[in-house]
């Protein structure tokens, strides 16, 4: 039997509350793609109480960003034993110029690269935030908590995600997908976009 390779992966990009743990999971079911996503992961170290709970908390619970080196630790994990049978669903990483550059570099090392950049545009801070808010009650992450935590992660994302949006575009990798539809719509959008390019 042919042995596939597996050369291209997929990043989902958007604000905190544009839908990517939504979609990642749709993703995941309808193409079987090996989702990656950084907050579960970081979350799962704190539930597991393992060394760096503490520095992580510190970061999380506040909104802000934990040191790329310490992000990147997890992801290489997983890229580095899920790379040979699975194109990779990216969710939060990367998430700034320096962690393009530290994905890049290793997925060179296994002669990949992303192929395609899905970005969930939702540009009401209204709209983000009172996703945020209803999650709260439901999930009770701290980080969704109180508006404060919730601004600190859209101020990050406006100084330092969204200048990787511009670099994906110019790459001519980057699919804008309008993410204040409904899920079922973001679904069917960005769904049409999979399969003309599959
Ligand atoms: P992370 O867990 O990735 O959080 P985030 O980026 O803030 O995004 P969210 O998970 O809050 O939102 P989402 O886009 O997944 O939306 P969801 O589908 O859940 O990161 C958490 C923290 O980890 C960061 O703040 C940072 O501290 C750290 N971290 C993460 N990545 C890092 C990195 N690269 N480097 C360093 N640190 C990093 O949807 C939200 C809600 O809305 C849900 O309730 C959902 O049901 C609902 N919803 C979804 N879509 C729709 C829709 N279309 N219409 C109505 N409701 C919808
Ligand atoms: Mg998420």
Request: a positive charge.
């Amino acid at each position: 039997m042919e042995t596939k390779i597996y050369t291209k992966h997929i990043i989902l990009l958007g604000p905190p509350g544009s839908g990517k743990g939504t979609q990642a999971k749709r993703l995941v079911e309808r193409y079987h793609y090996l989702p990656i996503a950084i907050g579960t992961l970081l979350r799962e170290q704190i539930a597991q109480n393992t060394p760096d709970k503490a520095t992580l908390e510190r970061y999380i619970n506040q909104g802000q960003l934990v040191p790329s080196e310490l992000s990147f630790k997890f992801v290489k994990q997983q890229i580095e034993q899920h790379i040979a049978t699975h194109t990779l669903l990216l969710d939060g990483f990367p998430r700034t110029l320096p962690q393009i550059s530290l994905l890049d570099d290793l997925l060179e090392q296994y002669q990949a690269k992303i192929g395609l950049v899905i970005f969930l545009e939702v540009n009401r801070e209204t709209t983000l935030l009172q996703r945020l808010k209803k999650r709260s009650s439901i999930e009770g992450r701290l980080d969704d908590q109180d508006e404060e935590k919730i601004k600190t992660r859209m101020a990050i994302y406006q100084q330092q995600t969204l200048p990787i949006v511009n670099l994906y575009n110019a790459q001519q990798k980057l699919y804008r997908v309008d993410g204040e539809q409904t899920a079922d719509q973001v679904t069917q959008a960005i769904n049409a976009i999979m399969d003309r390019l599959l």
